[in-house]
């Protein structure tokens, strides 16, 4: 089955979260707190999922895509504390120059967020 045309993405901001979709079902999602930084608005990325049986197929990097595409237009920087996207900025660097360092202060929010 050919699902090139049928997964979406969506910014689902009252959630704080990107969404892959097929056909309306949530199949991955890349979750995020924003957060007011010294220097402005932040977005900690702290989890990034995408469902087992889409696995393999470069939804994860796509999805990774658009929420840093709209985390950077929105002149947002990204605070990559979720593993995936912390790998991802090391192979995308012009993602990478948008991001900050994970601080103790970020930590902090998440666990109290």
Known sequence: MDTSTTITIRHNSAAHRFELLDEGRV???ADYL???GAAGGQRIFFHTVVDEEYGGQGWGSRLAT????DTVAAGM????????????LGRHPEF?????AV??????????G
């Open 103 to 112: 601080r103790t202060e970020h930590l902090v929010a998440l666990r109290q």
């Open 77 to 88: 920087t990204i605070v990559p504390v979720c593993p995936y996207i912390h790998a991802f």
């Open 96 to 100: 990478a120059r948008h991001a900050v």
């Open 34 to 36: 924003p957060f007011d």
């Open 27 to 29: 199949i991955g999602e």
């Open 66 to 69: 658009v929420a840093l595409e």
